[in-house]
């Protein structure tokens, strides 16, 4: 009887104890060194230190079995959170061989001097040739070793064409958007890359938040047409901040009932922690694919409300992500509407002082009146300027980037030349439209990482459905809430956006995109780190994203005829709430007018009391300026009414 229970408490310490090794999944090889990763068995539910060594010996064919322990005692090791996956790199001298050489296979063995006695060196060998972790150190000098980011940045380049192409073909034949098209061939690129070189491009959230995001932004707010903006600003703020916020908590609140089922595991729930952080990234919407649908001049004031909704959903919903990310329950309600207060007063104030300052260099700087090239890269500059700034300061950067491109786009841009003005505009379209085509085509070449490893988690394709029906429900909810509310307010009176208007408004805020992404794996870990239910996280998004890119986007169209939607270009709006609101909203932007071309236009442009009493003079804010001439996706309508 001792002997079958000792045998049972052996066989118990070595499941408790389950290890996996493996290649380094972000580090290429390298000539004289080896990076592996080592997963404890059960990552979820693990807890404690690991202590790991490891050893590289050259490769035999027929190696019985592995080093014994006690030859490793020498050897340097690491302490690791066993919730987590562990590095550990070998080098020169960390080995029996002197030298890690290049173009030599190893077997690499480790052992964890945290573990029951006598310690076990992983990974054992079962006799069948199969004996540790079979490892190959590259020949390629330094230069070679980035042979690979080279073919990444060749797949981002015809990504790139890709999506070009295929927006001609989608001008003819509304089948799948030039977004779908881009992360259906960024697969495909990347599972080639995969098979070829042996290793996926991983999703590098620096260059998407750094790079290609405030290309997009400054474009929005540069370009934006104000009149239509602000015109549409309740709803816009009723459906960008508080709908955000109510999608969050409607998300947050029914992801509650729902249990993963493994295959070979015992069932359980998302932590507290872990659903904040799914309710923040869900909560954010993708709004490029409803918009290549809804044309500014068919449908003006639904495209004002989606584009204005976008750009507001997509600060809120980056403040919930940041707010929740320590949180391991959700914040009191008070709580999490003072922070979002206090980060929007001061991303306001960032964006209105750099805003404000650009404009006042360009008044002043009479040499900047005269130029092209340089007046419009320092503009660029000074507004990039601000985004890295409000980053460092941990506020919205988005939101301060937006306001002070809005203010540039209103004071400076008439400091410069009508040539410059031209070509400002343009560009800012130019680099919008190319962050786009990259970003989407970039998501599915990175994809792969997630579904090719030999430690994915892989979908959980019912975690992923429930999920789509959460954001789907709570859109419907927060539509209708949200719609019921401002009719209250208007006493019953009609509506700016009809019942079909609001049902693709409805639509088009189901949408999820790259946005959400990027959130994802801010808010985890980095890979080799992630323990199992941060890859069910990326996973989950990361399944829901290719859903609305590759299905959502197609329906987008379908759902239009069905409802049987008809265009109603600029000056075919209903009159919209009672005669009293009309006069009120006319007043308040008239007293507005009336103080931003007496005190602020002298201050901040240049020759603006010279020709005020021209019929030529530029306009307020609420107007559209001069020079403006940007493409369809933020195109003006001339002659809006004031």
């Known amino acids: 009887m001792w002997r079958h229970l000792w045998r049972f408490l052996v066989i118990a310490a070595c499941v408790a104890e389950d290890y996996a090794l ?125 042979q690979v980011f080279g073919v990444e940045d060749f797949m981002c380049v015809l990504l790139l064409l890709a999506y070009i192409g295929w927006s001609y073909v989608f001008e003819k034949c509304h089948v799948l958007h030039e977004t779908g098209a881009a992360v259906l061939v960024g697969l495909v690129a990347g599972y080639m890359m995969q098979i070829f070189y042996g290793r996926a491009a991983s999703f590098s959230y620096e260059m998407f938040s750094y790079i290609l995001l405030p290309m997009v932004i400054f474009a929005a707010g540069f370009n934006l047409d104000k009149h239509r903006f602000f015109r549409f600003g309740g709803y816009i703020a009723a459906l960008g901040i508080t709908g955000t916020v109510l999608i969050f908590l409607l998300i947050f609140f029914g992801s509650e009932f729902f249990t993963i089922r493994p295959s070979n595991g015992t069932p359980f729930q998302l932590p507290a922690q872990s659903r904040l952080v799914l309710a923040s990234v869900l909560a954010s919407t993708d709004t490029v694919a409803p918009m290549a649908f809804i044309t500014a001049s068919d449908f003006p004031q639904l495209y004002a409300v989606v584009f204005g909704e976008g750009v507001l959903n997509d600060v809120v919903s980056i403040l919930l992500s940041t707010s929740v990310e320590d949180a391991t329950t959700l ?34 700087a009479k040499v900047l009146h005269k130029e092209v090239l340089k007046p419009v890269v320092l503009l660029l500059g000074c507004d990039y300027a601000c985004y890295i700034l409000t980053e460092v300061c941990e506020f919205s950067s988005i939101f301060a980037l937006f306001v002070s491109s809005v203010l540039s786009g209103h004071y400076a841009m008439h400091g410069m030349s009508l040539e410059a003005q031209s070509f400002a505009s343009e560009l800012a379209e130019l680099m919008a439209y190319t962050a786009e085509s990259i ?37 419907v909810v927060s539509i209708s809430l949200l719609a019921l509310a401002m009719r209250l307010l208007k006493c019953g009176q009609q509506l700016a956006l009809s019942r079909k208007e609001l049902c693709m408004v409805c639509m088009a805020g189901c949408m999820r995109g790259t946005i959400a992404y990027a959130l994802i794996l801010r808010a985890v870990p980095p890979e080799d780190e992630q323990s199992h239910v941060d890859r069910i996280m990326v996973t989950t998004v990361l399944g829901i994203v290719l859903v609305n890119c590759l299905v959502f986007g197609g329906l987008f169209p379908v759902v239009m005829r069905f409802l049987q939607l008809e265009p109603r270009p600029q000056g075919s709006e209903s009159p919209e709430g009672s005669t009293l609101s009309r006069q009120l909203r006319q007043r308040l932007a008239g007293r507005w007018q009336r103080f931003d071309e007496s005190y602020l236009m002298p201050l901040f442009r240049p020759g603006w009391q010279r020709n005020v009493s021209e019929t030529s003079s530029l306009p307020s804010l609420s107007v559209d300026g001069p020079g403006h001439v940007g493409l369809e996706r933020f195109h003006r309508s001339d002659g809006a009414p004031q």
């Open 439 to 475: 970003v989407f085509g970039y998501f599915g070449l990175t994809a792969v990482a997630y579904t090719s490893q030999a430690n994915s988690v892989g979908f959980e394709f019912r975690l992923i459905f429930y999920y789509i029906v959460c954001i789907v429900c709570a859109r």
């Open 22 to 146: 493996h290649e380094c999944h972000d580090v290429a090889p390298q000539r004289n060194s080896i990076c592996v990763m080592v997963q404890f068995g059960n990552t979820s539910g693990s807890s404690g230190i690991a202590s790991i060594a490891c050893m590289a010996e050259e490769h035999q064919e027929n190696r019985a079995a592995a080093p014994p322990w006690l030859s490793m005692t020498s050897l340097s090791a690491v302490n690791c959170d066993k919730s987590k996956s562990c590095r550990f790199i070998i080098q020169n001298g960390d080995s029996d061989s002197d030298l890690i050489q290049p173009a030599t296979r190893y077997d690499v063995f480790c052992v964890d001097w945290k573990s029951n006695y006598p310690f076990t060196v992983f990974p054992a060998c079962n006799g069948k040739g199969s004996c540790g972790l079979n490892v190959k150190t590259t020949n390629a000098g330094g230069g070679r070793n980035h």
């Open 331 to 364: 914040p009191p309600m008070w709580q999490l509407l003072g922070r979002l207060l206090v980060v929007f007063s001061c991303s306001s104030a960032m964006g209105i002082a750099f805003g404000l300052s650009i404009s006042l260099l360009f008044k002043r």
